[in-house]
């Protein structure tokens, strides 16, 4: 399934790659568990909100441009949903999550890469 479908059809809570271009960065979610936020828009116009955990895994150094590919749970919405967990999951709660930014997944901070890596 895509995300066009998903959001079509209002469904939640499933695995789901996207590819496309970074349009807007928000600013961070400062809750209860940091997320940097920023918005991708896909080859179809469709957009997702992108919310990276931030205590499970590096900020991506994203700016507005950026081609990027990023695996997660998606959320539907009705604007376009949300794509969150993706992260590497070392508690089993989630299929594993990433965001391919320049040919770099960035993953966990326990997976052993320096942020100087990006």
């Known amino acids: ?9 209002n469904i939640s809570d499933i695995p789901l790659t996207i590819e496309g271009k970074v349009t807007e960065i928000l600013a961070d979610d400062n809750g209860e568990t940091p997320h940097q936020r920023f918005i991708v828009t896909i080859h179809s116009g469709h957009t997702v909100l992108v ?14 441009g ?10 539907w919405n009705k604007y376009g949903g949300i794509l969150h967990n ?9 299929e594993d999550g990433w965001v391919n930014f320049v040919g770099k997944k960035v993953g966990s901070p326990r997976s052993g890469r320096s942020s100087r890596e990006y």
């Open 1 to 9: 399934m895509n995300v066009e479908e998903a959001f079509e059809k």
């Open 51 to 64: 919310a990276h955990n931030l205590e499970r895994a590096y900020r991506v150094p994203v700016k507005v």
């Open 66 to 75: 950026d081609r990027v590919e990023v695996r997660g749970t998606y959320v």
């Open 86 to 94: 993706t992260h590497h999951d070392d508690r089993g709660i989630h």
